[in-house]
């Protein structure tokens, strides 16, 4: 029996939702290339049961002659992939079509980041708001101490930050949890916070409104400060701090924690677990960050190189 392609897809995101955990980004993400695939399959008469590896690969010529980015065309193959690779695991087909198709590979880019005189100037600026300084100040304080993700830093339990930790248990993708360590200016900052934080709690308590369970608590529908209004936060941090906002993002704290750890001896094994990465071979390109830096310094620095560019 022939089933639609978009209730095929809807199965699929909500086996990953319960059995991976997968993040909601990543199952929208998910959502939107699966149904541009399916609406590709319709218009040329396929349905999800008849589809063949070349179907799939002539998805993917069309992809890439619309100008598509290499990471985007890896990312709708993963998409298809994943959901060939669950079809066949579930029964629905007795084949994976997508099995063997090599993607197009992603450009390595290398990451932006910081130098740390620039985070001193975003730190200093997030302690110094008119508003909500001592929020802001622990925001980025443990942003750059711990190199979370910041959907890891927003969602973060109080009861994660009770006690003067030396340490935040902290939980990513996929669930996995991970130790990462405060350093001093993480812990004073974070109880400063707390101490405000459950004084306006206690306050709110007392007009009947319920506590919050988490670390940053919002009025919105998730209860906690959203990535969306943190990222306009530290674009304001960064016009404050006199370093130029298209360079700073939440990730190029995360970033700039890496580089600044591999450049001061850090192994990159260490920096691997406290990013929470799965696999060494993406904490390796901060390797190639701090290349270009150092080669960057001498070019600028050294004067052999001032003399031959005269």
């Known amino acids: 029996m022939t089933h639609s392609m978009p209730r095929r897809i809807q199965t699929f995101l909500e086996a990953q939702a319960?059995?991976?955990?997968?993040?909601?980004?990543?199952?929208?993400?998910?959502?939107?290339?699966?149904?541009?695939?399916?609406?590709?399959?319709?218009?040329?008469?396929?349905?999800?049961?008849?589809?063949?590896?070349?179907?799939?690969?002539g998805y993917l010529i069309d992809c890439e002659a619309e100008g598509l980015a290499k990471s985007t065309r890896a990312r709708r193959l993963s998409a298809i992939k994943q959901i060939f690779r669950f079809a066949f695991e579930e029964g629905w087909r007795d084949d994976n079509p997508a099995i063997q198709i090599k993607g197009p590979g992603r450009a390595q880019r290398l990451p932006k980041t910081l130098d740390i005189a620039e985070v001193d100037r975003l730190l200093k600026a997030a302690h110094t708001t008119p508003k909500q300084a001592l929020r802001n100040g622990c925001l980025m304080e443990l942003l750059y101490a711990t190199g979370m993700r910041v959907t890891e830093l927003?969602?973060?339990?109080?009861?994660?930050?009770?006690?003067?930790?030396?340490?935040?248990?902290?939980?990513?993708?996929?669930?996995?949890?991970?130790?990462?360590?405060?350093?001093?200016?993480?812990?004073?900052?974070?109880?400063?916070y707390l101490t405000s934080r459950d004084a306006k709690e206690e306050a709110a308590r007392a007009r009947g409104v319920p506590p919050s369970k988490f670390l940053f608590p919002s009025h919105g529908k998730l209860g906690h400060l959203t990535r969306h209004r943190f990222f306009?936060?530290?674009?304001?941090?960064?016009?404050?701090?006199?370093?130029?906002?298209?360079?700073?993002?939440?990730?190029?704290?995360?970033?700039?924690?890496?580089?600044?750890?591999?450049?001061?001896?850090?192994?990159?094994?260490?920096?691997?677990?406290?990013?929470?990465?799965?696999?060494v071979a993406t904490t390796e390109i901060y390797t190639h960050v701090l290349d270009e830096r150092l080669k960057a310094l001498v070019l600028d620095h050294h004067p052999l190189a001032k003399s031959a560019k005269t």
């Open 154 to 192: 927003v969602s973060l339990p109080v009861s994660a930050a009770r006690g003067d930790p030396r340490m935040l248990l902290v939980r990513g993708k996929g669930g996995k949890e991970r130790l990462v360590p405060l350093s001093p200016p993480a812990r004073d900052a974070l109880a400063a």
């Open 18 to 57: 319960a059995e991976l955990d997968a993040a909601t980004n990543t199952q929208l993400a998910y959502a939107r290339d699966l149904q541009g695939f399916s609406a590709w399959l319709a218009e040329k008469g396929l349905n999800f049961e008849t589809t063949e590896r070349s179907h799939i690969e």
């Open 232 to 279: 306009g936060l530290i674009k304001e941090f960064a016009a404050a701090g006199g370093v130029s906002p298209a360079k700073v993002t939440p990730h190029t704290l995360r970033h700039a924690f890496a580089t600044h750890l591999l450049a001061g001896g850090a192994d990159l094994r260490s920096i691997q677990t406290l990013l929470g990465h799965a696999d």
